[in-house]
Structures are given as structure tokens and as C-alpha cells.
């Protein structure tokens, strides 16, 4: 059926629970697991008279590593179940990072967590979960998480 899953972590419960269902889904299917945790540069921005000034990156490695680590936190109950995995922190939006992950690994499904669905907010906020369904390209399980 699957022969190979994305989910994304935040170290959020709803994340979690993502990780869990496709965990789940990965070892009923024998399909290989690739977790994601998305983390973002922060640029440092000066506001001068002519305009905005960009004055580089500041931080970008720590947040690679915080991103690692939250990998390496997500990954071990999967692990214990006999779920072949591979991780990826990946700079850049989460729903972006996700859907890269997908088509570079030609993986058959993304499965994500439903917090942020639910009302109006969802149509201004571009929600990860409303984005990547939109965007895929390829099946998407939204996992409901309270």
C-alpha cells in the first residue's frame, strides 16, 4: 500500500500524535518513515531612513540543532517499533519542508496533525496542515488532534 511516509514534528502534542498514526501506519504497511522538523533563520533586520536593511542570519545553527534534537526526542518510540526511519531537518516553512521531503523521496504519503484546521483562522493563516492538502501533490492523512 505505502512504501513510504512523511510526518512532520514540532515537539507540539499534535505532532506527536501525528507520529504516532504513522508510525502505526508504517509498521502495518512496511513502509519507510521519514520524520521532519522544519526550523527557520532568523534574520536580523535594521530599519534605516532609505529603507529596510537586511544584516544577515543570526542563530541558524542552534535552531538546526534544537531541530535535531527534536528528531532524535520524536524518533525513539517509532523506533521501538520496528519502523525503518530516516530524519531530515530541513530550513525553510514547515509545509514546504514537508512536501520537499515528499517529492525528494518520492514518498507515497505526509500525514500531519488537524490543530489549526478548524475556523476562519485557517483561511488567513495558511495553516501547515490546510497548505500541505493543498499542495501535496500526493495523499495527505490529517490526523484530527484536539
Do not use: W
Not at 504516532?20 to 527557520?40: I, N, P
Not at 495558511?126 to 495527505?140: C, Y
Request: aromatic share 2%.
Amino acid at each position: 500500500m505505502f512504501k513510504s511516509i512523511v510526518v512532520g514534528v514540532d515537539g507540539s502534542p499534535t505532532a506527536q500524535e501525528a507520529l504516532r498514526r504513522a508510525a502505526g501506519l508504517a509498521e502495518t504497511t512496511g513502509a519507510e518513515l521519514h520524520v521532519v522538523c522544519a526550523y527557520q533563520g532568523a534574520s536580523i533586520i535594521a530599519v534605516d531612513p532609505i529603507g529596510v536593511a537586511a544584516l544577515g542570519a543570526g542563530g541558524t545553527e542552534a535552531l538546526k540543532e534544537a531541530a535535531d534534537d527534536v528528531l532524535r526526542s520524536a524518533t525513539r518510540s517509532a523506533g521501538d517499533r520496528g519502523v525503518t526511519i530516516q530524519t531530515h531537518a530541513v530550513e525553510g516553512e514547515a509545509s514546504d519542508a514537508l512536501i520537499d521531503v515528499a517529492e525528494g523521496m518520492n514518498c507515497d504519503l505526509i500525514v500531519v496533525g488537524s490543530r489549526g484546521m478548524r475556523g476562519g483562522k485557517r483561511l488567513l493563516l495558511g495553516s501547515v496542515p490546510n497548505r500541505v492538502a493543498h499542495h501535496a501533490g500526493r495523499d495527505v492523512l490529517i490526523v484530527y488532534t484536539a
